[in-house]
């Protein structure tokens, strides 16, 4: 079932009504606000106090009065507080997560509020170990800005370490290549046989083929 929503007229009822009471009891007067009664600043006795009171209560002249609205506003503020109030604060604030839908993003360091997603992704980060916005400082920054230039140059210590090592490993395959073809070039000359070559004689270089 759902509760009918106070009116600002039955606020205005219940305003009245409450006001009316707490002058009675701090000062047994009465003194109207409203101009349209009228009334002069009275004394009041107990029996003044409760007769107003039932004026004010409404059902002795038949018109709504503070009978039908009390429930309404009392009660409709209590299912407000309950489902729309954050209970962890004194003053009246949206729950966190109502907070979240009607505000955008409220930043807990400048107190910024970001109606657009894509702009509080740009003040906080996408991700929970980014640092907002307003609490990079120049110094972070420029350091930043530095470590992007050296990547851009491919002049980081990695790239460093890279670039050395690459430098090692030609050295090595060149080495290694040589020392391999010098072994190579001296197991041919002394085992020319065994490689299927044959060094010429001078005989038969001198008589060819006969
Ligand atoms: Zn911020």
Redesign the pocket.
């Known amino acids: 079932m759902k509760m009918a929503r106070a009116s600002k007229d039955d606020l205005d009822r219940m305003i009245a009504f409450m006001q009316f009471i707490e002058e009675f009891m701090d000062y047994g007067t009465h003194t109207p606000q409203n101009d349209e009664y009228e009334e002069e600043s009275i004394e009041l006795t107990d029996e003044g106090f409760a007769e107003r009171l039932r004026e004010l209560w409404g059902r002795r002249f038949g018109h709504h009065g503070v009978d039908i609205a009390w429930s309404r506003v009392v009660f409709g503020c209590g299912v407000l507080i309950d489902n729309v109030c954050d209970p962890n604060a004194d003053t009246l604030e949206w729950k966190p997560e109502l907070a979240a839908k009607i505000e955008g993003w409220r ?6 509020v970001f109606g657009d997603r894509d702009a509080a992704l740009v ?2 980060g996408g991700s929970e170990i980014q640092t ?4 990079i400082d120049a110094v972070a920054f420029r350091d930043l800005e530095r470590l992007a230039a050296s990547y851009v140059n491919e002049d980081t210590e990695l790239h460093k370490e890279v670039a050395a090592l690459r430098s090692r490993l030609a050295d090595a395959t060149r080495r290694a290549e040589e020392d391999g073809y010098a072994r190579g070039l001296a197991d041919a000359k002394k085992h020319p046989g065994e490689l299927g070559l044959c060094v010429a004689e001078p005989e038969q270089v001198k008589g060819g083929a006969s």
């Open positions: 930043c807990f360091h400048c107190d910024q003040h906080f907002p916005a307003c609490k």
